[in-house]
Nanobody, 115 residues
Framework: QVQVVESGGGLVQPGGSLRLSCAASGSIISIYAMGWYRQAPGKQRELVAILTSGGSTNYADSVKGRFTISGDNAENTVFLQMNSLKSEDTAVYYC?????????WGQGTQVTVSS
């Protein structure tokens, strides 16, 4: 079993910042990638950012230049620094772990951007 736990969501004003954290634990042999997806009300879940174990990153166009993904392979953790937040960033953010064929999701953490 693999457990994926996110933290760091909350309420922030437009233009503000938040940092999300995610830790994976349990029966983990090798992680190929970790990352973040989000789902806003009435919309499909979408990719926000992915970080591979080799250090490659991929970002959604809507967050490029504002969000930064980082991680620690040894600790099986991934972080998402979110700056210049906009109301359209409001969503539940889910951590994603790819174990080379098996994928796991966290429960999600709410991010609300509102004045």
């Amino acid at each position: 079993q693999v457990q994926v736990v996110e933290s760091g969501g909350g309420l922030v004003q437009p233009g503000g910042s938040l940092r999300l954290s995610c830790a994976a634990s349990g029966s983990i042999i090798s992680i190929y990638a970790m990352g973040w997806y989000r789902q806003a009300p009435g919309k499909q879940r979408e990719l926000v950012a992915i970080l591979t174990s080799g250090g490659s990153t991929n970002y959604a166009d809507s967050v490029k230049g504002r969000f930064t993904i980082s991680g620690d392979n040894a600790e099986n953790t991934v972080f998402l620094q979110m700056n210049s937040l906009k109301s359209e960033d409001t969503a539940v953010y889910y951590c994603y772990v790819d174990l080379r064929g098996l994928s796991y999701w966290g429960q999600g953490t709410q991010v609300t951007v509102s004045s």
